[in-house]
């Protein structure tokens, strides 16, 4: 069985590139730190524009990929010095690429970044006088300032309560313009979708009106719910959930809109291949050190690039079906009567692989964070750990929460009995594919990785590099 490559370890046909295996575009270069820019770019910085940066060090060993619980937590883990946390794997002595001259297709890429890049900070209502003149001229009333919360996310939000006693959710979208006016236009696309299809067991919250100058959206708070994450969180997440919401999705999948609507049907910008070859300057210029580690790593990862390359290249030839193509736990609103399922700025017509693969990646995730937790132990010890600890707790975690998966499934697969050949192999690689995309959105304001990052990038590249071995132990089995 072959062996993958580890991270930082060189390859032999990587094509142009320096003694420790980096590509490089051909364009006049210098070095700053641990990253690669344009001579000319280098050239304008002062010292106050560096990232941080921190000597990496550790060494690596090569395991076989197999398919079984304890491979893919064994595969998540590198030795390290004594002094570092056991669980930092991943570790890499190469380079972060910056593309000099800004690859179009990078750049089309750049504004999706932002989203991962955004700080957080308290919003002022009163700032946002638009907010309450959308509220008012639907009859509503102005936000009652005292009931008011700003949730956290990638746009300005508000819930609360109106002088007119109706319970709402307003969103202002942030971002770059062009960006704000797609997700906008896909937002309500989805509206018009659900309106005309409307999917068996699909339930949203109801859209009260917008403002599309603005881009600010105003919809009925759903009351009495229970948000997926902190029920995932609370260990109070179950099989029937995940069961559930494999039917509402499956449901989504198999629901076409009508001929005559336009939905957009462009893939989504992630995996970003591109920036696997190199980051557009104001990427990198605004980005963490934590944030460039990651690139570093995942760059310098000759096998999982061409892997995350395959799977765009599958993606390509998928069957396109209305998708969310932002799946996450936290955007479930779970009431005993019904599961609503929000947040549709990335709705499109697209690979249903990565709605499924969304969930398993979740879960995942979830069962990697909870190695060094007592989540879900009868009894746990404070003690150092070992690698055969991580590896028996590691294999406990996945064990324990991905039946849910098996679950979801069961849901989708009952209401879709008949699915393409590929699509639990593709859902595999994109649950991968959602841990590495976390490990550089987890890195948003870190000077550093954390060991169970690495970890959890670990078992995702695991899966996003064999997907075929993995699928099944993930739970993606046929359903009888």
Not at 450 to 474: D, M, S, Y
Request: glycine share 8%; with cysteine; aromatic share 8%.
């Amino acid at each position: 069985m072959q062996d993958l490559k580890q991270y930082g370890e060189q390859d032999s046909n990587n094509g142009t590139g320096d003694s420790q295996g980096t590509r490089f575009d051909r364009a006049p270069h210098a070095r700053i730190g641990h990253t690669t820019i344009s001579a000319a770019f280098a050239a304008s910085l002062t010292t106050h524009d560096l990232p941080g940066r921190r000597p990496r060090h550790g060494r690596t060993m090569p395991f076989p990929i197999t398919p079984s619980f304890r491979d893919i937590v064994a595969h998540s883990r590198r030795l390290t010095p004594a002094d570092e946390n056991p669980l930092c794997g991943l570790q890499s002595r190469t380079w972060t690429r910056v593309c000099p001259n800004g690859d179009s297709a990078m750049l089309r890429g750049e504004m999706q970044m932002a989203v991962m890049q955004k700080e957080v900070a308290s919003i002022d209502l009163d700032a946002t006088p638009e907010v309450d003149r959308l509220l008012v001229d639907l009859g509503l009333g102005t936000m009652v300032r005292e009931s008011v919360t700003s949730p956290i996310g990638r746009n300005d939000a508000w819930a609360g309560i109106t002088t007119g006693g109706r319970d709402v959710f307003v969103k202002r979208l942030t971002g770059a313009e062009p960006d704000v006016r797609a997700r906008m236009r896909r937002m309500l696309a989805f509206e018009e979708y659900a309106g005309a299809a409307r999917p068996p067991e699909l339930f949203r919250p109801a859209l009260l009106g917008t403002d599309t100058e603005h881009h600010i959206v105003a919809f009925e708070r759903v009351m009495d719910a229970q948000n997926g994450a902190q029920l995932m969180v609370d260990e109070v997440f179950t099989g029937d959930h995940a069961y559930r919401v494999g039917r509402i999705i499956g449901r989504l999948h198999g629901t076409p809109p009508p001929t005559a609507m336009e939905v957009d049907s462009v893939p989504p910008p992630f995996p970003p291949v591109a920036f696997l070859r190199g980051l557009p300057m104001s990427v990198y210029t605004r980005s963490s050190a934590g944030e460039l580690e990651a690139w570093r790593l995942l760059q310098n990862d000759a096998v999982l690039v061409r892997a995350l390359e395959r799977l765009r290249d599958m993606e390509a030839d998928s069957p396109r079906v209305p998708s969310h193509c932002d799946f996450r736990v936290d955007q479930l609103l779970v009431r005993p009567e019904a599961v609503y399922v929000a947040d549709w700025e990335e709705f499109r017509l697209a690979d249903p692989a990565r709605d499924v693969g969304a969930f398993a990646g979740e879960w995942i995730y979830r069962s990697v964070l909870d190695v060094v937790t007592n989540r879900g132990d009868d009894v746990f010890t404070d003690v150092e750990f070992t690698h055969d600890m991580i590896i028996q707790r590691g294999v406990a975690k996945m064990q324990r929460l991905l039946p849910l998966v098996g679950e979801f499934w069961r849901g989708y697969r009952e209401v879709l009995p008949v699915v393409d050949e590929g699509l639990a192999v593709r859902a595999t690689a994109f649950a991968g594919w959602h841990l590495l995309d976390r490990l550089v959105a987890g890195a948003l304001s870190s000077s550093r990785l954390t060991g169970i990052q690495r970890a959890a990038a670990g078992v995702g590249r695991a899966a996003v590099a064999n997907p075929e071995k993995f699928a099944l132990t993930l739970g993606f089995e046929d359903v009888k």
